[in-house]
């Protein structure tokens, strides 16, 4: 006798080839597989409030964060080798996203430096 996995009650399984029976009848399973199908998908469901503190932080932040974990994956002798070329090529995305973010910020500085300095003459030199 097998217990029924979704209902629990006891039955006798049927004889022939094949995968060994896990439910007592065909509303069993069907009722097993909604509640798996519920259950994945409410997993999947963020709340306002997960989804808010996922978009906490800067755009930089999250690049820099998306760059660290691609370069560990990279490092990592368990990433398959067939994943690597996808991995480089956005670990190569983010870092340039970076590189843009950080000389705009450097342009803004030395903008902002030169409106707060005096302008230069030759009477200086």
């Known amino acids: 006798m097998i217990v029924c996995q979704h209902c629990g009650r006891t039955f006798r399984p049927h ?5 060994k029976a896990r439910y007592c009848s065909a509303a069993c399973k069907q009722a097993a597989y909604r509640k798996r199908h519920t259950e994945r998908r409410t997993a999947l469901d963020l709340s306002r409030e997960e989804f808010d503190a996922m978009q906490d932080g ?6 820099r964060f998306v760059r660290d974990v691609l370069g560990n994956a990279l490092r990592d002798t368990a990433t398959p080798a067939g994943a690597l070329a996808a991995i480089s090529r956005t670990y190569i995305d983010a870092c340039t996203q970076i590189a843009a973010i950080n000389s705009a910020d450097d342009e ?4 902002s430096a030169a409106d707060t300095e005096e302008p230069f003459t030759l009477n200086d030199v």
């Open 15 to 19: 004889t022939g080839a094949g995968r």
């Open 58 to 63: 800067s755009l930089i932040d999250q690049l």
């Open 108 to 111: 803004d500085d030395l903008l």
